[in-house]
Nanobody
Framework: VQLQAYGGGLVQAGGSLRLSCVAS????????RGWYRQAPGKQRELVAQ??????NYADSVKGRFTISIDRAKNTVYLQMNSLKPEDTANYYC?????????WGQGTQVTVSS
């Protein structure tokens, strides 16, 4: 499974961005999809995760971020609204397929105050 993430950029506080992550190769059997982020000097943290029928969000993004899937396009999205400077980080998408985890390259999100 190869993952390609895009959609990051520079945005002012209060703005919105939508990240996309396209899975190529064999997507059959993927049962978990998620987004993590890592800011400079900080540990990587889970932002949002979606499994069959359920979603999970970090407390810091609840009510602002929404994770969704387009299965026909093998794409997972992260809609980010009301962005804050503390959301600035490199965002990574990940999937699990038969208990194997795959990671995409990061896409940088920078929120200016």
């Amino acid at each position: 499974v190869q993952l390609q993430a895009y959609g990051g950029g520079l945005v002012q506080a209060g703005g919105s961005l939508r990240l996309s992550c396209v899975a190529s190769g064999s997507a059959f059997g993927i049962n978990v999809r998620g987004w993590y982020r890592q800011a400079p000097g900080k540990q990587r943290e889970l932002v949002a995760q979606i499994t069959s029928g359920s979603t999970n969000y970090a407390d810091s993004v609840k009510g602002r971020f929404t994770i969704s899937i387009d299965r026909a396009k093998n794409t997972v999205y992260l809609q980010m609204n009301s962005l804050k400077p503390e959301d600035t980080a490199n965002y990574y998408c990940t999937v699990q397929r038969y208990n194997v985890e795959y990671w995409g390259q990061g896409t940088q999100v920078t929120v200016s105050s």
